[in-house]
């Protein structure tokens, strides 16, 4: 895609499922990666199947401090970050009478303070160059919310008014900040998801027009166009990548 090639791009939530398939897509369109995890050991394997152009980093997307660290690391090995993209999520499903607030705190701390603890530690570098593209990924969960996801549907919202806010303030210094919306799709979130309630899974699949789970690559499709320069004037903008399973 144009625009891509040698850009520098942060990818958080790397080392598996959709940040993973993200990362290699942007790695393969000749992007600079750095690849943000926890998980250090699945985050370097990504880093090893990208090259030379990928460094791999360690943090938690949670606090502030950590990416303001990451962000430094990754400039120091592979230049100025020109784009993020926030990948790192984690849900525990079940009704929301049964679930506790430690949680709560979990879901909302990963999910969407990571996102905006991200968005935070690159924008400075960013605003003082006068450009810069951010996709922050959401959920279909957030859009219409989703039974036994009730804290996880409501922190996936809370990314995308934050990312239509931050798009208005940034605009000005050339910075597009986008969300994308995935659908069900076959990560291995999903697989634990699927594998401790079967019959939620089956329910899933035939709920969606296309009767499959999207594939992580095929999010990062989307992703891509929105880093690239095919999308210079797109910004605040949130699309689904979910095979028709939500339709708004």
């Not at 791009?9 to 080392?15: F, I, K, P, S, W």
């Not at 570098?125 to 804290?151: C, F, K, L, P, Q």
């Amino acid at each position: 895609m144009r625009g891509l090639r040698d850009r520098v791009v942060l990818v958080t939530g790397a080392a598996s499922g959709i940040g993973r398939a993200v990362a290699l897509r942007l790695g393969d369109e000749g992007c600079r990666v750095a690849a943000v995890d926890l998980n250090l050991e699945g985050v370097r394997a990504t880093a090893a199947e990208i090259g030379e152009s990928a460094c791999a980093l360690q943090a938690d997307v949670s606090y502030l401090s950590a990416m303001r660290e990451a962000v430094v690391a990754a400039e120091a090995v592979l230049g100025p970050v020109d784009g993020l993209v926030s990948c790192a999520g984690w849900d525990r499903v079940q009704p929301f009478v049964e679930s506790t607030e430690e949680t709560w705190d979990r879901v909302i701390a990963i999910n969407l303070k990571g996102v905006i603890a991200c968005t935070r530690a690159v924008l400075d570098g960013m605003m003082a160059r006068g450009s810069g593209a951010i996709v922050n990924i959401s959920s279909d969960a957030g859009r219409v919310g989703s039974s036994g996801e009730v804290v996880y549907s409501g922190a996936k919202a809370g990314i995308i008014g934050f990312s239509k806010a931050v798009a208005r303030e940034v605009a000005r210094h050339n910075i597009r900040v986008n969300v994308v919306c995935p659908g069900p799709t076959d990560t291995p979130m999903m697989e634990e998801t699927r594998r401790a309630n079967p019959r939620l899974g089956e329910a899933l699949v035939k709920a969606i027009p296309f009767r499959r789970l999207a594939r992580p690559a095929e999010v990062a499709a989307a992703v891509a166009f929105l880093v690239s320069d095919e999308a210079t004037y797109i910004t605040g903008q949130t699309l689904s990548v979910s095979g028709g399973l939500t339709m708004v």
